[in-house]
């Protein structure tokens, strides 16, 4: 379905983001991946891409808290690939604080790599689309795109701005084959959910069993993490053309949370 376009994943070094830079890659695509981690699994993962499916894997370790990283990237590896058909915003970090307590870098930090990451990437590769007449756009957004949960102020806000920053997008590109959408996983057994075990602990007074059965899967009826491959098949079906017509659309996989 991907043969020949060229998929760019945000934050794609670790979990969701590498589970669809893999699927896109499987299915065809170039892929350009993305992200930080020790330089070596990053080679090993990029070379692992080529290896297992035969196409072309680049790396670009800008970092998605600045943007003009970001509008570097999109222009390089825009200009290694032949254009960025597909970008997927999904770097993406977590801090959990009361809000009285709520570091102010942490704030800030959490809405330029969750949010402004997204504006500037997707400000930088409209023209190319638009240009070759065709584009996906694909949000990680999340099931706090919807709904919140306490001592995540800035995680909330910034899926909650992922949802609208899409639906803003896609009916600016509807008119010339492009569509965005956004993804809102529930809870994924990734590093970012293991990372923000603790100090949930520490700010719910709960051990570890708790955080992990009382709040991350008592919100999902199915009492189930959502997996990275799920996800990513969601990604890759908004990528194809069967999708044309899903545009502006935030697209819950969350085992039913958000529907209670
Ligand atoms: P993860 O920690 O496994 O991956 C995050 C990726 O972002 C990594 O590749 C990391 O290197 C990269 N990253 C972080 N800061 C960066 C920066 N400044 N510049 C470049 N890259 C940076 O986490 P994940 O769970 O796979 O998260 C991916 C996305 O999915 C995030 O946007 C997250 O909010 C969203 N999400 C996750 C869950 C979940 O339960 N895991 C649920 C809903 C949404």
């Not at 639906?167 to 970012?192: D, M, Q, R």
């Not at 059965?213 to 996800?231: R, Y």
Request: glycine share 10%.
């Amino acid at each position: 379905m991907l043969n020949g376009k060229t998929a760019l994943v945000t934050g794609s070094t670790s979990g969701i983001g590498l589970a669809v830079a893999r699927a896109f890659a499987k299915d065809g695509a170039h892929v350009v991946i993305n992200g930080f981690g020790e330089p070596d699994a990053i080679e090993r993962e990029r070379a692992a891409i080529e290896k297992d499916f035969g196409v072309k894997a680049l790396y670009s370790g800008a970092d998605m808290s600045k943007g003009e990283e970001i509008a570097a990237m999109i222009a390089e590896m825009g200009a290694a690939m032949g254009g960025i058909d597909i970008l997927v915003n999904n770097a993406g970090i977590q801090f959990v604080s009361p809000i009285e307590d709520f570091p102010v870098e942490k704030w800030d930090q959490v809405i330029a790599i969750n949010l402004s990451a997204a504006f500037h990437a997707t400000r930088a590769a409209v023209p190319g689309m638009k240009a070759k007449k065709w584009g996906r756009i694909i949000n990680t957004a999340s099931a706090h795109a919807l709904v919140a949960s306490p001592f995540k102020a800035a995680y909330v806000a910034a899926k909650h701005g992922i949802a609208g920053l899409t639906k803003t997008v896609a009916l600016e590109v509807a008119a010339h084959g492009i569509t965005a959408n956004a993804i809102c996983p529930g809870y994924v057994w990734t590093p970012l959910v293991e990372k923000q075990i603790p100090d949930t602990m520490k700010a719910r007074g709960m051990t570890r069993e708790q955080v992990i059965n009382d709040i991350l899967l008592a919100v999902q009826p199915t009492k189930k993490f959502v997996t990275v491959e799920e996800i990513a098949g969601l990604a890759l079906y908004l990528a194809s053309d069967l999708a044309a017509s899903i545009n502006g659309a935030i697209l819950s996989i969350d085992g039913g949370w958000t529907a209670a």
